[in-house]
């Protein structure tokens, strides 16, 4: 379990997790829970799209908050039409991500994965 948080400052990205995982030969598969605002998911999409070689899961939280609405840090606001819920999901599914609906879909989704159930 990595935690990035959702800081102005970006240390490490979805994307450099995932290659991290995605080297690592004892991972089977990687699971993340992004949120609304920024363009980490969709990055991430377009490179499992391309080159991903171990399966992947998420969430994105705040897919039920008001358009136009911005939570409580920098690391949420919506840029356009990136950034959102829907743009991100739709992104992530098109890459082959499985998106659960709540949190704790994760689990559920990568056994699935894992056993060939996609």
């Known amino acids: 379990v990595v935690g990035i948080g959702g800081d102005g400052v970006v240390g490490s990205t979805f994307l450099d997790i995932y290659r991290m995982f995605e080297h690592d030969p004892e991972t089977l598969g990687v699971a993340f829970v992004g949120e609304i605002g920024g363009t980490m998911e969709e990055e991430l999409a377009a490179y499992i799209d391309e080159k991903g070689t171990k399966p992947a899961v998420a969430f994105i939280a705040g897919r039920n908050v008001p358009e136009g609405k911005r939570l409580g840090h920098a690391g949420a606001i919506v840029e356009g039409s990136r950034g959102t819920a829907e743009s991100k999901m739709n992104a992530l599914t098109e890459a082959g991500v499985k998106v659960g609906a ?13 056993q060939g159930d996609q």
């Open 102 to 114: 709540v949190p704790w879909d994760l689990g559920k989704l990568m056994r699935d994965m894992l």
